[in-house]
T-cell receptor
Framework: DAMVIQNPRYQVTQFGKPVTLSCSQT?????MYWYQQKSSQAPKLLFH???????NEADTPDNFQSRRPNTSFCFLDIRSPGLGDAAMYLC?????????????FGPGTRLTVT | KNQVEQSPQSLIILEGKNCTLQ??????????LRWYKQDTGRGPVSLTI?????NTKSNGRYTATLDADTKQSSLHITASQLSDSASYIC????????????FGGGTRLMVKP
């Protein structure tokens, strides 16, 4: 059963055209993360939500925004995508206090900017 | 600065052979170390998680070791299969990191028939 779901799996957008990626989870985890992963590189944390508290990484561009309307859903908004934003975007979740420390990753959304 | 370094960057082996991937880290104070398998175009999938007190953990044909004194870990794959072709990522979490993860650059493994 899918636990962290990302939609769409593949997204093509035009240069400068806003795009929204979505992530949902059935785990009731209180922490959700968004990572950007470029080809052959490690995932880079963009921001995370600890419950409703939004935490932005210092080097995340202002072009990237996020919304978490409820526990299950989290959105990544790219206001004006540039060619350099083409990447795989990974969503992950975690429940604080769990001894397993596990972060569960979604399958990712591959973003192409034309 | 917290860092995780993996070697080799890429590896090609024949089906059925064993291989060992290496991970060195400087994350301190240490909380846990994970190995993930990431197929091309997919999200990472957890293979093992080890805390300070654990020095080995197995998941099927995958066996991870941890030496917290030397800050080294290895992932051993036994009797490799074509489906083992993927990137293997070592990820370390620090005690005070709020479960923030430091990712290694990964080892790209290709298993050939």
């Amino acid at each position: 059963d899918a636990m962290v779901i990302q939609n769409p799996r593949y997204q093509v957008t035009q240069f400068g055209k806003p795009v929204t990626l979505s992530c949902s989870q059935t785990l009731n985890h209180n922490v959700m993360y968004w990572y950007q992963q470029k080809s052959s590189q490690a995932p880079k944390l963009l921001f995370h939500y600890y419950d409703k508290d939004f935490n932005n990484e210092a080097d995340t561009p202002d072009n990237f925004q996020s919304r978490r309307p409820n526990t299950s859903f989290c959105f990544l908004d790219i206001r004006s995508p540039g060619l350099g934003d083409a990447a795989m975007y990974l969503c992950a979740t975690h429940r604080t206090g769990e001894s397993s420390y596990e972060q569960y990753f979604g399958p990712g959304t591959r973003l192409t900017v034309t | 600065k917290n860092q995780v370094e993996q070697s080799p960057q890429s590896l090609i082996i024949l089906e059925g052979k064993n291989c060992t991937l290496q991970c060195n880290y400087t994350v301190s104070p240490f909380s846990n170390l994970r190995w993930y398998k990431q197929d091309t175009g997919r999200g990472p999938v957890s293979l093992t998680i080890m805390t300070f007190s654990e020095n080995t953990k197995s998941n099927g044909r995958y066996t991870a070791t941890l030496d917290a004194d030397t800050k080294q870990s290895s992932l051993h794959i036994t009797a490799s299969q074509l489906s083992d072709s993927a990137s293997y990522i070592c990820v370390v979490s620090g005690v005070n990191a709020g479960n923030m993860l430091t990712f290694g650059g990964g080892t790209r493994l290709m298993v050939k028939p």
